[in-house]
C-alpha cells in the first residue's frame, strides 16, 4: 500500500457530479485542481449500509474543506451509472456536494494497495494528498467501520500548519516549539 511521503498516482476516472443524467458526467484527474490539496477517500461498494453515512458526512463538510484549499472526491469500484442511481434514489446523497468517482477497472484502487484481498472492493481509505501531489495521510477502517470526516478536516488542518501539532491538536490551538 502506498504511504505517507510516497506520490499519489496518476488517475482519469469518470465522476458523477450531479442527479441529472445530461449533466451528472465529467472527468476528474489528478490533474484538476491543480494547486490544491486533495482528500481522496475510497468505499466499498454502493448501494450498502455504512458507505452512504460517510459519504454524506464528507459532503456536508466540503465548504469547510474547499475554505482550506482542498477538495473532496469520493471513490468506489462501483460504475458511474450505480453512482448515478445510488444518488437519485437515496435521500442522504441527493444533494451531495462532492464528485463520486468510479474506479470500475480497479486501476487507482490497486495503484494504491487498497483492494480488499477478499471482496476485490476498495477499502474504506482515506488519503490527504498536498498540492505537489505527495500523499501526507494515510488511514484505512474495516469494512465494517465507518471513518469520522471531521478528524480529516482536522489533520488537513493540521497538516497546513506545517508546524508541529500535539495529540487532539485544533486549529487555532496553540503549536508546539521544538527546544
Given at each position: 500500500m502506498l504511504t505517507v511521503g510516497d506520490k499519489f498516482p496518476a488517475f482519469n476516472l469518470k465522476a458523477v457530479v450531479t442527479n441529472d443524467p445530461a449533466s451528472a458526467f465529467t472527468a476528474i484527474s489528478d490533474q484538476s485542481a491543480p494547486g490544491s490539496w486533495k482528500v481522496v477517500f475510497f468505499w466499498p461498494k454502493d448501494f450498502t449500509f455504512v458507505c452512504p453515512t460517510e459519504i454524506?458526512?464528507?459532503?456536508?463538510?466540503?465548504?469547510?474543506?474547499?475554505?482550506?484549499?482542498?477538495?473532496v472526491y469520493g471513490?468506489?469500484?462501483?460504475?458511474?451509472?450505480?453512482?448515478?442511481?445510488?444518488?437519485?434514489?437515496?435521500?442522504?446523497?441527493?444533494?451531495l456536494s462532492i464528485p463520486m468517482l468510479s474506479d470500475i477497472k480497479r486501476e487507482l484502487s490497486a495503484a494504491l494497495g487498497v483492494l480488499d484481498r477478499q471482496e476485490?472492493?476498495?477499502?474504506?481509505?482515506?488519503?490527504?494528498?498536498d498540492p505537489e501531489g505527495v500523499i501526507r495521510f494515510v488511514a484505512v477502517n474495516d469494512l465494517n467501520v465507518g471513518r469520522n470526516p471531521q478528524e480529516v478536516l482536522r489533520v488537513l488542518d493540521a497538516?497546513?500548519?506545517?508546524?508541529?501539532?500535539p495529540c487532539n491538536w485544533q486549529k487555532g490551538d496553540a503549536v508546539l516549539k521544538a527546544a
Open positions: 454524506a458526512a464528507f459532503g456536508k463538510l466540503a465548504g469547510q474543506f474547499a475554505e482550506r484549499d482542498a477538495v471513490v468506489s469500484t462501483d460504475s458511474e451509472f450505480v453512482h448515478l442511481a445510488w444518488r437519485q434514489n437515496h435521500a442522504d446523497l441527493k444533494a476485490g472492493v476498495a477499502l474504506r481509505a482515506t488519503f490527504i494528498v497538516l497546513q500548519t506545517d508546524e508541529l501539532c
